[in-house]
């Protein structure tokens, strides 16, 4: 089991960046694949993006397209989630989650642990 620690979430306004940033410990992310989900209040937890174990491949959600990008430092063991020009939809809590040995699955089931979420509010 891997724990795994999310921050860098705050309140921007609508144009901004946001580096969110998720810690992981008891386990290597050498052999992991990570994903970042977001959820807002009342809505189910949506895929923004993931990166294979490897961090040969990454995906997107095409909503965040071309604005995030999420990328994996095994010599930091953890992963982050650069977002640029946010908008008043991106607004939801942040989660990351760890898959051994994944592909960047965009289902949470594919997913074994989870971290606590950090919340991100964009105004316009």
């Known amino acids: 089991q891997v724990q795994l620690v999310e921050s860098g979430g705050g309140s921007v306004q609508a144009g901004d960046s946001l580096r969110l940033s998720c810690a992981a410990s008891?386990?290597?992310?050498?052999?992991?694949?990570m994903a970042w989900f977001r959820q807002v209040p009342g809505g189910e937890r949506e895929w923004v993006s993931s990166?294979?174990?490897?961090?040969?491949?990454?995906y997107y959600t095409s909503s965040v397209r071309g604005r995030f990008t999420i990328s994996k430092d095994d010599g930091k063991n953890s992963v982050y989630l650069q977002m640029n020009s946010l908008r008043p939809e991106d607004a939801a809590v942040y989660y990351c989650?760890?898959?051994?040995?994944?592909?960047?699955?965009?289902?949470?089931?594919?997913?074994?642990?989870w971290g606590q979420g950090t919340p991100v509010t964009v105004s316009s």
């Open positions: 989650a760890a898959d051994r040995l994944g592909w960047g699955a965009s289902t949470s089931s594919s997913y074994e642990d």
């Open positions: 008891g386990r290597s992310l050498t052999t992991y694949a």
């Open positions: 990166i294979s174990y490897n961090g040969e491949r990454t």
